[in-house]
T-cell receptor, first 112, second 117 residues
Framework: DAGVTQSPTHLIKTRGQHVTLRCSPI?????VSWYQQVLGQGPQFIFQ???????GRGNFPDRFSARQFPNYSSELNVNALLLGDSALYLC???????????FGDGTRLSIL | AQTVTQSQPEMSVQEAETVTLSCTYD???????LFWYKQPPSRQMILVIR??????QNATENRFSVNFQKAAKSFSLKISDSQLGDTAMYFC??????????????FGKGITLSVRP
């Protein structure tokens, strides 16, 4: 079975632009979470979705938004990009919202 | 709010030796889960081992085992017979156990483990 897949692998944007990152969970997994990992640090929680509803939001500005689709895939959107948004964005899926999370390879976002 | 602390930024171990990675956490919850994740240079976060707080028995997975001290809020990872492929960043993580609620992972800053040949 395929694991969590994320696209694109790498992305380069400039300040002020917007970006959409995509995630497909493991088949059968209903919960998707998004994390931001700045170089040299642990991942920080951004959002969690379960059955297309937002279950939790981390301490991130409103420029960050997400959604989950009927097939449980998810998108993370970031508007008005800042240099500080440069990071590895990780998506994780789990069977239920309180089950172990399995991560994708991440999307490396670089802001110039 | 929960916090996870990994105070050792780096560790090094000789191949085939044993190494212990430390982690402490703070929470007011009584039931929760603790995890160790491994992140090699390939960057994928891989689940190494999981511990439920209500279980007194320490979890083991092949060469990996934990020492869970609930009262001390300590959760260390022991890697036996270290292999070159164990070289990676290791993250300790906390998750509350409320069903249906937000079950985010709270991570520590991580520790870089290098296994020397």
């Amino acid at each position: 079975d395929a694991g969590v897949t994320q696209s694109p692998t790498h992305l380069i944007k400039t300040r002020g632009q917007h970006v959409t990152l995509r995630c497909s969970p493991i088949s059968g997994h209903k919960s998707v979470s998004w994390y931001q990992q700045v170089l040299g640090q642990g991942p920080q929680f951004i959002f969690q979705y379960y059955e297309k509803e937002e279950r939790g939001r981390g301490n991130f500005p409103d420029r960050f938004s997400a959604r989950q689709f009927p097939n449980y895939s998810s998108e993370l959107n970031v508007n008005a990009l800042l240099l500080g948004d440069s990071a590895l964005y990780l998506c994780a899926s789990s069977l239920e919202s309180n089950q172990p999370q399995h991560f994708g390879d991440g999307t490396r976002l670089s802001i110039l | 709010a929960q916090t996870v602390t990994q105070s050792q930024p780096e560790m090094s171990v000789q191949e085939a030796e044993t190494v212990t990675l430390s982690c402490t956490y703070d929470t007011s919850e009584n039931n929760y889960y603790l995890f160790w994740y491994k992140q090699p240079p390939s960057r994928q976060m891989i689940l190494v081992i999981r511990q439920e707080a209500y279980k007194q028995q320490n979890a083991t997975e092949n060469r990996f085992s934990v020492n869970f001290q609930k009262a001390a809020k300590s959760f260390s990872l022991k890697i036996s017979d270290s292999q070159l492929g164990d070289t990676a960043m290791y993250f300790c993580a906390f998750m509350g156990s409320f069903t249906g609620a937000n079950s985010k992972l709270t991570f520590g800053k991580g520790i870089t483990l290098s296994v020397r040949p």
